[in-house]
């Protein structure tokens, strides 16, 4: 069975810190990422890494505060989220790709270019 599954949401103030944590199972996962939805809006890209963790994406708002990283030994990628902000708040979706393994930086931020996503994990940052 292909699955992900998020961990590490919850509730900060502005200022912290917190680390998300998906788990993949069940197939070979090359590229994977980070997307959100804030109530009322669209979901948008976060973050992306590809195969072997040596290209990233991150949406202009991240930059340099957010970082992704992944554990193929463990099946795992992270979202190591710093200096956080209310306009962070929003559920945040893991997404992975079964089909392309090899893929730029730039369409790594697409949602198309995934076909398998986790059920997603709250993170809510008060002001």
């Known amino acids: 069975q292909v699955q992900l599954v998020e961990s590490g949401g919850g509730l900060v103030q502005a200022g912290a810190s917190l680390r998300l944590s998906c788990s993949a199972s069940?197939?070979?996962?090359?590229?994977m990422g980070w997307f959100r939805q804030a109530p009322g809006k669209e979901r948008e890209s976060v973050a992306a890494i590809n195969w072997n963790g040596r290209s990233t994406y991150y949406t202009d708002s991240v930059e340099g505060r957010f970082t992704i990283s992944r554990d193929n030994a463990k099946s795992t990628i992270y979202l190591q989220m710093n200096s956080l902000n209310p306009e962070d708040t929003a559920v945040y979706y893991c997404?992975?790709?079964?089909?392309?393994?090899?893929?730029?930086?730039?369409?790594?931020?697409?949602?198309?270019?995934?076909?398998?996503w986790g059920q997603g994990t709250q993170v809510t940052v008060s002001s």
């Open positions: 997404a992975a790709s079964t089909s392309t393994p090899f893929i730029t930086a730039q369409a790594m931020g697409q949602s198309t270019r995934y076909d398998t």
């Open positions: 069940g197939r070979t996962f090359y590229a």
